[in-house]
């Protein structure tokens, strides 16, 4: 079906380069590749070579590919410059839905046949995002976390209209880039982790929102408690050891009924003007004058001294 | 209003030394404390000498208090005899209110005028708990995280009979032996970190039950995706970095219509016997013949591996 197996693209095209389309161009020359960039925004090649540059010291640390450089970057001036030679397209604009219909039907008309697109999303379905392209077949959600340089995790799933080879071309793919791949058999929306993260997030806004807890409060509460196991141990293994020798059985014999007490809200807040400037404000002060390229540096210190500890750990093995 | 000023402390009582009790007593020795502990179950001794050696190597790694020593372990026959003779009482029965209920009014009443006495309670509020106790003011709820002797966050509330006296003290006092401290102004069913980990918890099982993802892909999820950042960024100051250089407001401006989103099923799940096989078969495989020992060893390596990693940086000092 494709052109080339996963294993030997050499070259790919990136639609998009904010926050997560500047990672994965990162990510991408770490490895070796050739990337050619597309954003339409006016000041985003100058953005985006400083963004490489900056996340460049990191992407080294964890070790470049042979010939890795960011001198292998190229922006192109049209969409179809940019996907027009290409192995694969990762698409990575604005999370809206008219936005993602009509650019993944501009790249599916542009993109060498055959060649797998993927979109990082962070919620739609490829079935929705596809409606408008001529060989949907191709389109996968290939969903990284901020940062993409950095998180290993990218789920893969296709849409109705995706083939299984193209689904299993891209997990072969984003494997053979050094990502953690976890490949879903259905569309769901959010995904799994993000689902996990959207679940807290929305409890944490409720406390905001009902003065129960400060913003500072919520992230020391992460930071110094379930946080610390989850950079190794998922929720589900967590409590497994929850139960003593009993495990996850008497876990959930002993805990389940406190599944009914009223630990959640359980439904999404209203996001007022208040909450929005409380948890504005609240960052704020939890920032200290930190600006966001000082947090962004801090966030890819501490991700890397994470990594760097876990470090031939299961699961956890340096990248390839 | 108490005997001694937190900082004095030189002996302390604990009730109930299983996974959680247990890892108190582990705690407080390491920090140089004499402990005298009591247990109703009559293999509780020699289960709480095993599981004070096994966490020990893990405590000196962190650095013990002088003296410190596990041979300043005793236990007593009766509740009475546990409590009588201490400057703080830390108790951690089974998480069932009728037990609570009669527990705390008992160590009311045998632990000297004054002593302060906190609950680990993992959801119960104090006001609720310390319904039958003759002095009230002097109850707080001390929650740690599991393992009580690894993670930092202890979460201080009072009831609405608790003296002010009492919460500042207990605060000061979980301080001086280490620990992490928030301290709540209001009760909150779950507090605050159970109740993020329960949204997310909850969120799981619906994934599980619904069969949109394994146990495996859950955890693979936290721990190759967001655990990797909430072990030094929360979720709040994490999202501050998703918007770019416009921080939190970007973020909320932008994505806040995704709250709307049908990103998590909100309700909790109900815990079917199907569901229940479903996640302890997963959590079987997934710990592919490695015992709850083997986990726990592993967890604990790898909360020292993120310690250590994140030493010295903000928030994550070394414990003093």
């Not at 929102?209 to 929720?235: E, K, S």
């Amino acid at each position: 079906m494709t052109v080339v197996p996963p294993a030997d693209v050499h070259r790919v095209g990136c639609v998009g380069a904010g926050v997560i389309g500047g990672g994965w161009v990162a990510h991408f020359l770490a490895r070796g590749l050739d990337v050619v960039a597309y954003d339409p925004a006016p000041d985003a090649e100058d953005r985006l070579h400083r963004f490489v540059d900056a996340a460049w010291p990191a992407l080294d640390h964890l070790g470049l590919a042979d010939g890795a450089s960011p001198d292998r970057l190229t922006t192109a001036p049209t969409l179809p410059d940019a996907v027009a030679e290409v192995q694969f397209v990762q698409e990575s604009a604005p999370e809206r839905l008219d936005i993602k219909l009509d650019l993944l039907a501009d790249i599916d008309a542009a993109a060498p046949a055959g060649v797998v697109i993927g979109s990082s999303t962070s919620g739609y379905g490829m079935t929705e995002m596809a409606a408008r392209c001529a060989t949907p077949e191709r389109l996968v959600v290939g969903h990284p976390f901020n940062p993409p340089y950095l998180i290993p995790l990218v789920e893969v799933v296709g849409g109705k209209r995706t083939s299984a080879d193209a689904v299993a071309w891209a997990s072969e793919f984003y494997r053979a880039v050094g990502k953690f791949v976890i490949t879903m058999d259905r569309e769901v929306p959010g995904f799994i982790a993000n689902r996990l993260q959207e679940a807290l997030w929305r409890e944490a806004l409720h406390m905001v929102a009902d003065g129960d807890a400060t913003v500072r409060q919520i992230d020391d509460a992460m930071t110094q408690g379930p946080g610390l196991r989850w950079a190794f141990m998922g929720p589900c293994l967590t409590f497994h050891l929850a139960g003593g020798e009993g495990g996850m059985a008497h876990m959930l014999d002993h805990f389940g009924p406190s599944l009914q007490a009223p630990w959640t809200r359980l439904t999404a807040p209203e996001l007022t003007t208040e909450l929005r400037d409380r948890m504005v404000s609240g960052c704020e002060e939890e920032a200290a004058g930190r600006t966001i390229a000082d947090l962004v540096a801090e966030r890819d210190r501490g991700v890397l001294a994470v990594l760097d500890a876990l470090a031939g750990r299961d699961g956890h093995g340096p990248r390839s």
